[in-house]
């Protein structure tokens, strides 16, 4: 057939075979050949991922690291921050004039009725300007009778309260004199509390009377019943802590000595008035006065 017998057709065939054969030959090496090389490149890029993973890790670590560092001086930053704005605050409030809520102070004052309050004051702008607001409180508010005395040198800073007091044993006053005095003692207190109240810093001065020497230690013109308001100076406690440290702990401790003194005589005057309770006739101590 074709020209080709049957042997010739079936050495034809066997060679298609071997040639067939060969080229599956060729296809299984080749495949074989693929999947060595597919499981090597799966290996590799495995190998290539562990190491984008520890590279990775690494990196965040340090990302991490590096975002808590920063976090931590930005919360140093912030803390020296808010450290210098309280120091300017304080600062401002040290050199800052001095002022006066005078409305809750008026109608403390008010009830102790009309008192003569004499006022010196440093010649210095703010003190001018802090006691036209001690007159306005004390004349406009509580109704008092105020008037400006010309400073005498003798005016330290901050705000001071003076009144007399008596020198002797609290029997040889009248009534009149006690009742007086105590309420003297009543109103430089109720004052000096409520200029406290605004962090102001005043201080109550007991003067002694001297009748024997006049205008020693109280102005010649002014009375015995009267009291004087000597504004100062705004004290420069802030510069002055800042350069002595210890000088706070002098001031607290001065203020400590003052209110043991003052518990003292209270316990005294308690003790006496316990004594004198029996005796028929004897006067008692006046009731211990507010202190400031």
Known sequence: MLGLSLPGWENLMVSFLVVAGFFALLAGVSTWIVVK???????????ELERYKVDAGEKISAAEAAGAKANEEAAKANKA??????????????????MLEQGQPARALKPFGPIDVKIIAVPDFETRRFSSYLVFMLKGLAGWSVEFLPDDGHTRDGIEIQFIVRVGPDWTATEEQRKQEEKRKQVAATLCNELRKQEIETTVRQVPEMRSMPGLLWPAQVPHDSLIVRVGMRPMSYFLDRRFPQSKEIREHMEKMQADMQRKQRELDDELRKRLEGLPGAPLPAPNPPRC
Do not use: H
């Open 37 to 47: 090389l597919q499981r090597t490149e799966i290996a590799s890029s495995k190998d």
């Open 81 to 98: 921050t808010e450290e210098i704005r309280r120091e300017n605050l304080e600062l401002e409030k040290a050199v800052a004039p001095r």
